[in-house]
T-cell receptor, first 120, second 114 residues
Framework: AQTVTQSQPEMSVQEAETVTLSCTYD???????LFWYKQPPSRQMILVIR??????QNATENRFSVNFQKAAKSFSLKISDSQLGDAAMYFC?????????????????FGTGTRLKVLA | ETGVTQTPRHLVMGMTNKKSLKCEQH?????MYWYKQSAKKPLELMFV???????ENNSVPSRFSPECPNSSHLFLHLHTLQPEDSALYLC?????????????FGSGTQLSVL
């Protein structure tokens, strides 16, 4: 079964500095998607960035980028020029390429989250 | 209004009460999900509906009863809950059809069972 591990329950970063959040996963599948979701105090989870496993190039979205190491099954999130608004819980998620046979929907597996604090 | 809307935002109930959580999505998606979020645990998938049909039930106790009257609305009916059911309940939706789909979440209902 697929698993997602976030080993850092909490991280802190100084405003304007760079921070990296770690995520590892375990799977025997070869073609999958990986996601980072942000959950601010408002509680609504928002997609930060997405990576297709078949793409070797690391995804980037403005100040957010990932370091995707497929062989190592690692998917870390780097936040550059951290801002106060980046303070949130960050969840790493894995999406299987295989759909539930009964529903036709994809299976998503989430990690336990990393709480990021941004210090002014 | 766009996105995924959940009500109520907070709910406190006794173990003998019956209550319902509501979720509405305005994204034209076909699939809707209930997740349970507890501290220091991964998000736990509870139910999946696709085109109004319940397709997954992740061994959820019968005191949780989902209902999906149409592709835009999803309910979670609660009765005789236990204190360990206290958690944040998140609703999500997705297209359910394409490989580049993603989950869209609501703000959740923070449930406290006394």
């Amino acid at each position: 079964a697929q698993t997602v591990t976030q080993s850092q329950p909490e991280m802190s970063v100084q405003e304007a500095e760079t921070v990296t959040l770690s995520c590892t996963y375990d799977t025997s599948e070869s073609d999958y998607y990986l996601f980072w979701y942000k959950q601010p105090p408002s509680r609504q989870m928002i997609l930060v960035i997405r990576q297709e496993a078949y793409k070797q190039q690391n995804a980037t979205e403005n100040r957010f980028s990932v370091n995707f190491q497929k062989a190592a099954k690692s998917f870390s999130l780097k936040i550059s020029d951290s801002q106060l608004g980046d303070a949130a819980m960050y969840f790493c998620a894995y999406r299987s390429p295989i759909k539930y046979s009964t529903s036709g929907t994809y299976k998503y597996i989430f990690g336990t989250g990393t709480r990021l604090k941004v210090l002014a | 209004e766009t996105g995924v809307t959940q009500t109520p935002r907070h709910l406190v109930m006794g173990m003998t009460n019956k209550k319902s959580l509501k979720c509405e999505q305005h994204l034209g998606h076909n699939a809707m999900y209930w997740y349970k979020q507890s501290a220091k645990k991964p998000l736990e998938l509870m139910f999946v509906y696709n085109f109004k049909e319940q397709t997954e039930n992740n061994s959820v106790p019968s005191r949780f009863s989902p209902e999906c009257p149409n592709s835009s609305h999803l309910f979670l009916h609660l009765h005789t809950l236990q204190p360990e059911d206290s958690a944040l309940y998140l609703c999500a939706s997705s297209q359910g059809l394409t490989t580049n789909e993603k989950l869209f979440f609501g703000s959740g209902t923070q449930l406290s069972v006394l």
